[in-house]
Nanobody
């Protein structure tokens, strides 16, 4: 299996910063992409940012210019640097990866358990 462990969430005042980390482990042959989604209470889960193994990135319009996604491919780890946080960024942030397991022909999508980010006014 593939496990994703997130860390770095917490409580921060508006305008502050947080850095999320997510490490993938398990029977991984290769990782195609990693990313972050978030889900606020009463809302659907939405894309925050993704990064491919080649370094291409994609961001939600709502976080462009404030959040930066990066990855350490050697460590199968993805980071999300969140600056200028707003109360509307409050959500559970989920790490995700598209990874191919050893001995399995096709890649699959895996999710972490989520980490809470709360931004106060």
């Amino acid at each position: 299996q593939v496990q994703l462990v997130e860390s770095g969430g917490g409580l921060v005042q508006a305008g502050g910063s947080l850095r999320l980390s997510c490490a993938a482990s398990g029977s991984i042959f290769s990782i195609n992409a990693m990313g972050w989604y978030r889900q606020a209470p009463g809302k659907q889960r939405e894309l925050v940012a993704t990064i491919t193994s080649g370094g291409s990135t994609n961001y939600a319009d709502s976080v462009k210019g404030r959040f930066t996604i990066s990855a350490d491919n050697a460590k199968n780890t993805v980071y999300l640097q969140m600056n200028s946080l707003k109360p509307e960024d409050t959500a559970v942030y989920y790490c995700t990866t598209v990874a191919q397991r050893i001995g399995i022909r096709l890649p699959d999508v895996y999710w972490g358990q989520g980490t809470q980010v709360q931004v106060t006014v």
